[in-house]
Nanobody, 124 residues
Framework: VQLQACGGGLVQAGGSLRLSCAASGRTFSFNNVGWFRQAPGKEREFVATINWSGASTYYADSVKGRFTISRDNAENTVNLQLNSLKVEDTAVYYC??????????????????WGQGTQVTVSS
């Protein structure tokens, strides 16, 4: 599965962005998909994940209530709505997919396919 993340940009604190992750090569309707982010000088950290059907989601505490993950398997996309953005949300955001049949997870090691990342910059 090849993943392409897009939708990043520059936004003021309190603003919103919508990131999208599109799969090509084959469908990822049977894969759980996660979003991670990496700020300069920091390790890549978990943001949110959604199971293959869209019935289960899980968020990092730092984004809970502000970010929403969703998916459209017919369109082969997973979206991440970012609201009430903070300066500390500034990072490169990556989407990732695991192999079919797994439970949703928050560790980078649980994901097998990664997109190239999209930059989100939040100004004060």
């Amino acid at each position: 599965v090849q993943l392409q993340a897009c939708g990043g940009g520059l936004v003021q604190a309190g603003g919103s962005l919508r990131l999208s992750c599109a799969a090509s090569g084959r469908t990822f309707s049977f894969n759980n998909v996660g979003w991670f982010r990496q700020a300069p000088g920091k390790e890549r950290e978990f943001v949110a994940t959604i199971n293959w059907s869209g019935a289960s989601t899980y968020y990092a505490d730092s984004v809970k209530g502000r970010f929403t993950i969703s998916r459209d398997n017919a369109e082969n996309t997973v979206n991440l709505q970012l609201n009430s953005l903070k300066v500390e949300d500034t990072a490169v955001y990556y989407c990732a997919a695991d192999l079919p049949g797994r439970t949703i997870a928050s560790k980078t090691s649980e994901y097998d396919f990664w997109g190239q990342g999209t930059q989100v910059t939040v100004s004060s």
